[in-house]
């Protein structure tokens, strides 16, 4: 699985992503901070990646695009740091890998998580 982190997404957790040997890239080390939501789908599809983000609008442009990829995996934590969002994305990971590798919108909370697929 290949992932791109959106601007909320900790560089600890990209650390921790690679570390567990998964590609990922982050929006700020190629320079695209401002790059724009709907782009931000196209590079993701285009480069077979999972979108991690803390962005609610990524759900409403997909329902609008009835695209079934990316996939997207929205963090609604209480707490966002790294040391919350790591192990719940690591729940993620291992129990939703063909919805993320076919098409889904994972929402994440601090106790549970939501897996749509897509298109919705």
Known sequence: MKFLADMGIS??????????GYNI???REEGLQKLSDEAILVKAKNEERIILTMNLDFTNLLAWSRE???SVIIFRLGN?????INPQLEKVI???ENELLT????SVSDDAFRVRNLPI
């Open 11 to 20: 560089q600890k957790t990209i650390e921790w992503l690679r570390n567990q």
């Open 94 to 96: 291992s129990q939703c």
């Open 25 to 27: 890239v982050h929006l």
């Open 68 to 70: 079934t990829l990316p």
């Open 103 to 106: 098409g889904a919108i994972i």
């Open 80 to 84: 966002e740091n790294y040391d919350k």
